[in-house]
């Protein structure tokens, strides 16, 4: 889980590229009354993916409090790879830091590919990166194998939905912020059938684990 809390018993299982910068500021709103701002701490930079980190569902699923309410943000998993492609590697330039792009140039990679190149090749893309492979890893190695577990299970589009919910348990809760947005639209559209249809295998258990879920 990325967030808990005891009083009232609320945990929230963040995954990569399903709002889940937006969902820890807002937790960090929640908790201290004023927005989460980058800081230093002994030379080291702490963001707020520091602050509540997003860990795979082997690790937290046995620190559930009993009784909690459990819930999650998930996806259409073709778009959070394309969200990923357009926020980490146009927007951000990813591929282009050196000691990545001197990985990936050994390895016959682009640091440039299109969308649909990286589709193409993401699986080399994930031996050589570990932030693109942490991003990119199924729903399921964040939230489990079982959607009845958690109580409430929302596509980014439900936030509203989520909002409501978290209003009827807390008091004074802000608005969700929508961070992580930039880079250029891209969606299904801007890829071919075979890219589509390789994510779709790729992801199949996603969609059979929490197809009900994601909004496809």
Known sequence: MSAHYSNPKVSYFSVPKCACTSL???????????????????????????????RPFAEV???TAEGAWKFAVVRDPVARVLSFYRTNIVHRGLLNRPQLA???????????PNASEFVQQLERYQ????PIQWHTQPL???????????????????LGTL?????????????????NSKGPKI?????????????????????????DYIGR
């Open 187 to 211: 969606s299904r559209e801007d890829l071919g059938a075979a890219e589509i249809a390789k994510l779709e295998t790729m992801y199949s258990q996603d969609f059979e684990i929490f197809g």
């Open 127 to 130: 031996e050589v990166s570990v």
């Open 102 to 112: 001197r990985k990936l140039t050994a390895n016959g990679l682009s640091t440039s």
């Open 24 to 54: 820890k500021a807002f937790f960090f709103r929640l908790e201290n009354d004023r927005n989460f701002r980058k800081c230093r701490v002994n030379g080291r930079l702490f963001t707020v993916q520091d602050v509540y980190p997003t």
């Open 61 to 63: 699923a046995a620190d």
């Open 140 to 158: 399921s190695f964040f939230l489990g194998n079982d959607a009845a577990w958690f109580d409430l299970l929302v596509s980014p589009s439900e």
């Open 163 to 179: 909002h409501s919910e978290l209003s009827s348990r807390f008091e004074n809760v802000p608005e969700i912020p929508h961070r």
